[in-house]
């Protein structure tokens, strides 16, 4: 559950190294973390593990985006998540600093008070917050006077645009001074807004007259947010300072943790990002996948202009092509959504032969597998084997995608008919994907490959034995 959020503009100062060293700073001192002295050598996804924490830290691709987190299961079993992302930008840097907390299990009580992450308050208390339109980015509070009105009429007329939320603080009449203690309230809100604060009740007063009378007043305080939805807490007379601090900033912080941030500030976009890229490059499809989109847009050209021509024939045979190719491109996106996953415990293997459909290898491995688990299911000394059970927990955590009996029922529908196929059953065949080689009109091979290939026939007498033909062209082709 997010328990804070914010984000807040840092000065060009603290560069992407600086962030690091200061998180390293953090976390090598702290007696809380059992790391052994972190370090980073300049990788774009980094991870280290102990007990009970775990730090990473990952670069975008266009490495303008560096994202941090680090995770801690503290002495109640609660696991608290650190999030800070930074980003390059023209102007100023931007840093968005996040934390939540879970319980680990039933047991776990989730506190309500929590602490905002000290890194954050190293930054701010270092001088790298950066100018917010007119207001610095600090830990502490902004004084308006006589001398400059204009500011605190622009934040209650809504005519400046701020990142962070400005809580503005006024003075009661009867006193000319506030129950709060305005200095720790900034301390307590930097980074997450600005705190503003009225001199005296005479820049009340002009300032009546400056917003017709929309102004808070009389020791209120009014929090303006970005979005313009405003709030305004008034002390009662029971109020004290401290309740009445942590009740502002209690209303500031559940606002800001409710604003949904953008997916690229998000740590599970940038790491799918960075695994995704990792895969391209590893497996170098990214310029296959970019070849194969290429040669779909000229085959689509080619066959438009085909068709113009009235070349059906061959208008058929590249549709037949380009659905091979939109196979292989379903195949790529399949094999990309598995890195999604990133399951423990998974199993690999290599295989040379290509993939003709999508789930077809690992459908037949887990085929074969049930096989030998049946054999096995009658004995009861089997059953208590370990190769029995690795079987068993295989099938159970790996679902068979059934893409190959689909196939296995359009081939046997078409194959078994006993009159002559049409040419509407030989363009479902070339969907299928089965192609003509060299116009050998009596021959389909499955995907072009000579290994597997099954006969037309010619004339209705050679659909005599047409069930025998469709049974042996679909053991050949389909586990």
Not at 348 to 372: A, Q, S, T, V, Y
Request: with cysteine; proline share 2%; charged share 35%.
């Amino acid at each position: 559950m997010i328990t804070f959020s914010t984000a807040f503009y840092v000065t060009k100062e603290l560069t992407k190294e600086k962030l690091i060293e200061l998180a390293f700073e953090w976390i090598n001192g702290s007696p809380h973390y059992g790391f052994n002295d972190i370090n980073w050598n300049g990788e774009d996804l980094y991870e280290q593990k102990c007990e009970k924490q775990k730090f990473s830290l990952i670069q975008s691709n266009d490495k303008k985006i560096l994202a941090i987190r680090l995770e801690n299961i503290d002495d109640d079993n609660i696991l608290w998540t650190n999030d800070f992302v930074y980003e390059e930008c023209d102007v100023n840097n931007m840093l968005l600093v996040r934390l939540a907390h879970d319980a680990v299990d039933k047991e776990s009580v989730v506190p309500r008070r929590y602490n905002r992450p000290r890194l954050m308050k190293t930054i701010l208390k270092l001088g790298y917050g950066a100018e917010d339109n007119n207001l610095l980015i600090s830990d502490r509070e902004i004084l308006i006077t006589e001398n400059n009105l204009e500011l605190a009429e622009n934040i209650i007329n809504g005519k400046s645009k701020y990142l962070l939320p400005v809580v503005y603080v006024t003075k009661r009449f009867m006193d000319n001074d506030t129950i709060l203690n305005t200095k720790e309230l900034a301390k307590d809100l930097a980074g997450t807004a600005h705190v503003v604060v009225e001199e005296n009740t005479e820049v009340t007063t002009k300032l009546k007259e400056l917003t017709n009378g929309i102004n808070p007043f009389n020791g209120a305080v009014h929090i303006y947010y970005s979005d313009k939805v405003g709030t305004r807490v008034i002390p009662d007379e029971f109020s004290k300072a401290n309740a009445f601090r942590f009740k502002i900033v209690n209303a500031v912080c559940r606002r800001l943790s409710l604003v949904k941030v953008k997916d690229k500030y998000t740590w599970g976009t940038i790491r799918y990002q960075k695994l995704l890229e990792r895969y391209r490059h590893d497996e170098k499809k990214n310029q296959e996948l970019d070849d194969l989109h290429e040669e779909i847009l000229k085959l689509k050209e080619k066959e438009y202009n085909e068709l113009v021509e009235g070349m059906r024939e061959e208008l058929d045979e590249k549709e037949t092509e380009i659905n091979e190719l939109r196979s292989k491109v379903e195949s790529y996106e399949y094999a990309l959504k598995n890195i999604k996953k990133e399951q423990e415990g998974n199993v690999m293997f290599n295989c040379r032969e290509e993939e003709f459909f999508e789930g077809e290898i690992k459908d037949m491995i887990l085929k074969l597998l049930l096989i030998e688990k049946t054999k096995m299911d009658d004995d009861p000394n089997q059953i208590g084997w370990r190769k029995y059970h690795v079987l068993q927990a295989l099938l159970q955590d790996n679902e068979i995608i059934g893409t190959g009996e689909k196939l296995k029922t359009e081939l046997k529908e078409i194959l078994s008919k006993v009159d002559r196929i049409t040419a509407q059953d030989r363009k479902k065949l070339k969907e299928l994907g089965f192609v003509r080689k060299e116009h050998k009109h009596n021959k389909l091979y499955f995907h072009g490959d000579g290994r597997y290939f099954i006969p037309i026939g010619k004339t209705p007498s050679d659909f005599r034995a047409a069930d025998n033909a469709a049974s042996t062209a679909i053991n050949t082709i389909i586990c």
